[in-house]
């Protein structure tokens, strides 16, 4: 990085933390902003008028004066129903019901009477259609909304859906990974925060979410946002959508609900291909329920609320079962004794056990080599009788099984009013479930693979007006999660049965050790543990709203690769050599097994962003954005040297076939990547322009855009030895 751009971003940090220590921080993705005009009933606009905001659910109010424009402006405010009123000399009272939406600056116009005339109460049931405030495409889905929204899996990250311009991933278009995706960019472009908390797996950058791969919550959210184009600098870090979701507290009054929903397989259609084959609809079942209460403890002051939700179904899984016959059993056995081979008879009945008592064995149908050459052995040379023209080798059956997925979470919320000038939250959410990963239809007990996903989160938010043009909010939040993928059976109870992670017969028998997922790399995955301080200041200054903040992430990642094979994988290629015993690498078969000396690996990378930014009223219906945003993303350092890299870019590598490995890869590396853009500054300016009246607004933005890189590509952990 040149020395003007470390003295920028040195000065702009200076700046900012400047500020912070002058009014501390804040946190603008967990807020919205109201503003408007005070005129009298001619239109004239009223200078210093004093112009209340009172929080209808929690009886906290703040106050401020009319700017010479006529305009007000409260910032960095909790979502929720308030009522603005507005008074001056000789003029009565107007007081106008209005929803403060999170991500968006609701605009209110109060016009006020001569005295002696009646009081105006304008109560608003909806919030307006369109925000004309910023040249943010922002979609807010408020509480009734959610509750009343069909969504399947009760996935918070569903109502982004709804959003213009957002599409589903389907069958993988954007490379498998992700919900959604929203004007061309991947959805691992997309960033998701809880009260400010990013909710992200920093591997994929995908949402957080727990054993279902649902991201569970929905009756705890008050109001999500969806940010499709985010010209103001508080979006940053992410060039997607930004899904920001604040949660539920509790109020003067108590209030609750209870839901239970059940789906099963008589509500639901067979599968087309079932049918065909004979197979029976296959047995599921989901039970997912919420409750939630809240209230006051101490009225004005304290509030507390508690939610819970769960999850349990039943997953069937469908698929194209090989088993051998009785037949083909009884002539390898003789034929391994009469090839000298008879030590290894005692294996070759483990495997035969294990097919013989798969489910529903009986049931299973011979296929001939005339009507599937591969399954119907056409390619056994070595077993008289058996191949083309022969006695079937196997079984099949389009076989189907179950697994079962549970998850539940706790929440539970407590606000402090302290003042009408400082408000506090903290909120603390468990999550537990265990993940069906994969199911195997020959051994369900043992090869059976699943993952327990814990997840521990927290924020801390405090909201203080130090005066009615500046308010800041700090967030501090914390995360732990586990996601750690592994056999469902012990090490030494899989061993007594079968000495290998999975054995293979080149799709011609199915696979033992997972038929539907090979155990061959287990464990893998990770435990991350995140912290995170996020900080915003606004300052309302004439038309002018000033904000500048701060957005720190840490994050420290125990990775368990899947460098390391306990028991090995063994491979043949066809039935030939199966028959005769042989592992002939010549032939392809192999018995591979991996060794690592670092089976989990201790990872940490860290993001820093900065930005500051102008939102100036030119006129009543025109309002331009002028931002600068600087992001510092780290190098990913792994504590125990563990990284392997190219000692020089690709294109400037000697591809000469003579030149050994180790002299073109450097491993044993502390970083993972040996340059990196030191820091990322994207200045943007955005203009909104109502020129006919407010139902109509225009919009335009230009401006650059950064993402965090992904975790996964710096997880190509050194190679390690086969055998």
Known sequence: MSFTKMRTLLALALFVLSLSALYGFAQSVTSGDLTGKVTDTSGAVIPQATVTLKSTSEGTSQTTVTNQSGAYHFSLLKPGNYMVSATTANMSETRRSVD????????????LNPHGQ???IEVTAEAPLLQTENPNLTTTVDEKQIALQPNPGNDTTYYAQTA??????????????????AFGLPPTSNLFTVNGNDNNDPFLNLNNSGSSNL?????????????????????????????????????????????????????NANDWFNPRSDTPRPFAVNNQWSASFGGPIIKNKTFFFVDTEGLRY?????????????????????NLTANGRGAEIPFYNQ?????????????????????????????????????????????????????????????????????????????????????????DLINPQLFNTLSVQPTDDGQLNETHVFSPNIVNQLVASGMWYSAVFRESTPVGSRLNVLPYNSVTLNGILSNLGGTQQADSNFPQGRNTTQYQILDDLSINHGNHTFKVGVNFRRNDITDYGNEFNAYGTLSFS???????GLLTPAAGNTYAQNFTQFPRNP??????????????????????????????????????????????????????ANIPYNQAILSNQHQAFGSLQAVVFQPRVGLSWSPFGRNTVIRTGIGMFTDLYQGVIVTNIEATPQR
């Open 100 to 111: 403060v939406q999170l991500g968006q600056i609701t605009s209110v116009m109060l016009s």
């Open 215 to 267: 991201t569970l919550g929905a009756n705890e959210m008050q109001e999500v946002a969806v940010v499709t184009n985010g010209y103001t600098a508080q979006y940053g870090r992410m060039a997607g959508v930004q899904m920001d979701s604040v949660t539920k507290s509790g109020s003067n009054q108590f209030h609750g609900n209870a839901n239970y929903y059940w789906n099963g397989t008589v509500l």
């Open 351 to 439: 495997m035969f056990s294990l097919y013989n008592n798969a489910p529903g064995y009986a049931n299973f149908s011979p296929v001939s080599a005339a009507a599937d050459p591969k399954q119907g052995c056409s390619d056994l040379t070595t077993l008289p009788g058996f191949g083309v023209g022969g006695a079937p080798c196997s079984l099949f059956d389009h076989a189907s099984g179950t697994n079962h997925n549970n998850e539940w979470l706790l929440a539970v919320r407590v606000d402090q009013n302290i003042g009408n000038n400082d408000k506090l939250f903290g909120r603390v959410h468990v999550d537990r479930g265990s993940q069906p990963t994969g199911t």
């Open 574 to 580: 066809n039935l030939t050599d199966f028959a005769n």
């Open 603 to 656: 990872l940490a990378i860290y993001s820093l962003g900065i930005y500051f930014q102008d939102e100036w009223a030119i006129r009543s219906n025109l309002k331009l954005t002028a931002a600068l945003r600087a992001d510092r993303n780290s190098n990913a350092v792994c504590q125990t040297n563990c990284f392997s890299r190219m000692a020089e870019p690709f294109t400037s590598l000697n591809h000469d």
């Open 314 to 334: 039943t997953l069937p899984s469908t698929q194209n079962i090989f088993l051998p016959t009785a037949a083909f059993q009884t002539a390898v056995l003789n």
């Open 164 to 181: 213009p311009g957002v599409v589903m991933n389907v069958g993988g278009t954007f490379g498998g990974y992700g919900n959604f995706a």
């Open 118 to 120: 009646n009081q105006t």
